[in-house]
């Protein structure tokens, strides 16, 4: 029996024949390599035997699933298949003959969808950046007008564009966008929440990527295909669909990483040790092992996925071969204890209850005031459109709110802020955004740069690779 939330039942590692001492292992390999893990759990035998959250990511948040989400439209695809609406070998052009111009024809003839679920489509670059450039255009227009360079099903290319075609295609043929068709189809009869999702300008979901799931929503989807789409008792995605798209349909071996050149399916890339997964961007996988009946979800903010895998393969696979035996149903559970680093808290310069009015910045602030708490470090900031941005900062721990600050798409999101007052280097205020739908974290640093003036960083980041940074320039009022 599932818990509320819990779409998986739990088990006693050593009762599915998994070593609990395994995520123990895996926990510590990952922090000393700092790769910017957030959540993992282990499936064995179809029970959760394992599961470890890094706070401030909680199991009932949702994250950013980026290219996760390629393995839901494919699976759209697959069932539309099935009910007869899309055929696999259907060129594209029959879904959107509007677009057939003498001149899309002739360089768009002969790709099919097969060529699109396996990102075989001949084109040499993602037409999604070109998609990106021109939000208020018509996406699909735009891909049909990019010429392939090889002929279809030869040459693979990560093809983030190719992935929205195919989400235009269900909604095309169906009248309804890949979330909302898959809502009575997948989501429901799993016991999935009904997800949030990104869509274009035009209504139509990415489709390369968007979807927001909390991990274990993401394990259920690995169960679903390691039972081949059946889910108590109900077929819910059909066997042939799950296999084909589980088998490698166009050579990936060019690649440098190891567990990217294995192959690649209709959205799911092909892995060492007879795996295969759904894979997105910063380290959010759910790793399918037929072999050992298992399931690994992850969700991360790292710039090294490689080195993730491994560490799945160098201490969470072996653990999945101990005898079984009789035990209690206790999963091995660590995550009221883990934590992302937090910085710490030390005296540093009195600026709080002061104004500090900025320069014209390109992230239009207007001015930010430090008031302090019994609890927390709150700052206050103001930008040009008049809005307020209120952010509680834990001293030595992370403090949730919802924020406005530094989104690009939605409504507020959840946000966790950690801080420190001064640091070994130079007397400053330093505050840490964990944005804890994504893999991405905000370092904001107040330093006293003169005679009445601060300087002010603002760096959006991952642990394992800097990433861009604004400086500005304000004076103490």
Same mark, same amino acid.
């Given at each position: ?7 998986? /039942? ?9 070593? !609990? ?5 895996? #926990? ?13 759990? #282990? ?6 035997? &394992? ?118 295609? @269900? ?12 809502? /009575?189809?997948?989501?429901? !009869?799993?016991?999935? /929440? ?9 209504? @139509? ?10 991990? =274990? ?19 819910? #995605? ?31 890339? *092909?892995? *060492? ?7 997105? &961007? ?29 560490? @799945?393969?160098?201490?969470? %696979? ?12 206790? /999963? ?18 009195? %600026? ?17 005031? %430090? #008031?302090?708490?019994?609890?927390? %470090? ?34 507020? *999101?959840?946000?966790? @802020? &950690? ?19 994504? !893999? ?6 107040? *330093? ?16 394992? &690779?800097?990433?861009?940074? =604004? ?7």
């Amino acid at each position: 029996m599932t818990g509320r939330g819990q779409l998986l /039942p739990r088990s006693n590692p050593r009762s599915q024949g998994f070593d !609990p001492n395994a995520l123990d292992r895996f #926990v510590k390999a990952v922090e000393a390599d700092q790769l910017g893990v957030h959540s993992v759990m #282990v499936v064995r035998h179809g029970h959760v035997v &394992a599961e470890e959250w890094w706070r401030p990511y909680t199991p009932d948040r949702p994250h950013l699933m980026f290219s996760v989400s390629k393995a839901f439209t494919a699976t759209a695809i697959g069932l539309a298949v099935h009910e007869g609406k899309i055929g696999l070998d259907e060129p594209v052009l029959d879904i959107f003959p509007t677009y057939a111009t003498p001149r899309i024809r002739s360089i768009m003839a002969d790709v099919r969808i097969r060529h699109l679920l396996s990102m075989g489509s001949g084109h040499s670059v993602d037409t999604m950046s070109l998609m990106r450039q021109l939000p208020e255009h018509d996406w699909v227009e735009i891909f049909l007008s990019v010429a392939p360079e090889y002929p279809p099903g030869t040459y693979f290319l990560y093809n983030s564009g190719a992935s929205h075609v195919l989400s235009a295609a @269900v909604q095309s043929r169906t009248g309804q966008s890949v979330r909302d068709y898959l809502m /009575p189809r997948l989501f429901e !009869p799993l016991g999935i /929440p009904k997800p949030e999702v990104e869509s274009n300008q035009r209504g @139509v979901n990415l489709g390369g990527s968007g979807f927001l799931l909390r991990t =274990e929503d993401l394990a259920t989807f690995g169960q679903l295909y390691l039972q081949r789409g059946k889910w108590n008792g109900t077929q819910l #995605v059909p066997a042939e669909w799950v296999d084909e798209a589980s088998t490698s349909a166009i050579s990936t071996a060019s690649h440098d990483n190891p567990d990217w050149a294995v192959g690649y399916g209709f959205k799911f890339w *092909r892995g *060492r040790h007879n795996s295969y997964r759904a894979d997105g &961007a910063f380290g959010q996988f759910s790793v399918i092992l037929p072999d050992q009946d298992a399931v690994v979800a992850l969700t991360s903010g790292s710039t090294n996925t490689q080195g993730i895998l491994d560490a @799945v393969w160098d201490h969470l %696979l072996p653990g999945m071969g101990v005898a079984q035996a009789d035990a209690e149903s206790v /999963p091995t559970r660590r995550y009221e204890s883990a934590s992302l680093s937090v910085p710490e808290a030390t005296d540093g310069p009195d %600026l709080t209850g002061r104004v500090i009015r900025f320069q014209d910045n390109p992230l239009g602030l207007l001015d930010l005031t %430090l #008031v302090d708490d019994p609890d927390a %470090l709150v700052a206050r900031l103001h930008d040009v459109s008049g809005a307020e941005h209120l952010l509680r900062c834990g001293r030595g721990d992370w403090i949730h709110g919802t924020t406005r600050f530094g989104v690009h798409f939605g409504p507020e *999101r959840e946000v966790a @802020v &950690a801080g420190r007052v001064g640091n070994p280097d130079a007397a400053s205020i330093g505050l840490q955004l964990q944005y804890v739908e994504t !893999p991405f974290r905000r370092i904001v640093t107040v *330093r006293p740069s003169g005679e009445g003036t601060v300087e002010v960083t603002i760096e959006v980041d991952l642990p394992s &690779a800097r990433g861009h940074r =604004e400086t500005l320039r304000g004076r103490i009022g």
